[in-house]
């Protein structure tokens, strides 16, 4: 467990310290953050080989945040994942908010036995939510 959240940790460092200017004519730095799953709307369980759409909620901590990716660290049927946002570092017209947003993907069951997603929350907290793998 200590492991994975320093990855995440490391992770999270690695996007807020490298930024990418999109071009050379004055444009905006771009940083990314790593952003905490309020929840998470998983089947009960799944079929072996069927494909499930899983819905995640967080919070939009600004106006100038806006939805990057989903990060996801698999280790075997344990999967971490948290939602990446990406802000406009130089805008001074971003809005302290907290906008509830929602994200989805596609999760392909490929093993039989029992998943285990681990939804990070924020620091050392993670959701944690079980699926088994029925025939």
Known sequence: MYFL???????????????CSTSD???QDIYYEILPV???????EF???EVY?????YIK????????????????????IAVVSYIAANNSNCQSTETEAETSFDFTVENSG??????WQGGDNYMVIE????D
Do not use: W
């Open 38 to 44: 309020e929840s998470a709307v998983l089947p009960d």
């Open 61 to 80: 901590p600004s106006t100038c945040h806006a939805f990057s990716n989903i990060y996801s660290l698999t280790e075997l049927n344990v999967n971490t």
């Open 47 to 49: 079929q072996l080989g």
């Open 53 to 57: 759409e899983i819905t995640l909620t």
């Open 25 to 27: 004519d004055g444009s």
């Open 114 to 119: 029992s998943y285990i997603f681990k939804f």
């Open 5 to 19: 959240m320093r990855k995440i940790i490391a992770c999270l460092f690695v996007f807020l310290i490298f930024s």
């Open 131 to 134: 699926v088994p793998v029925v």
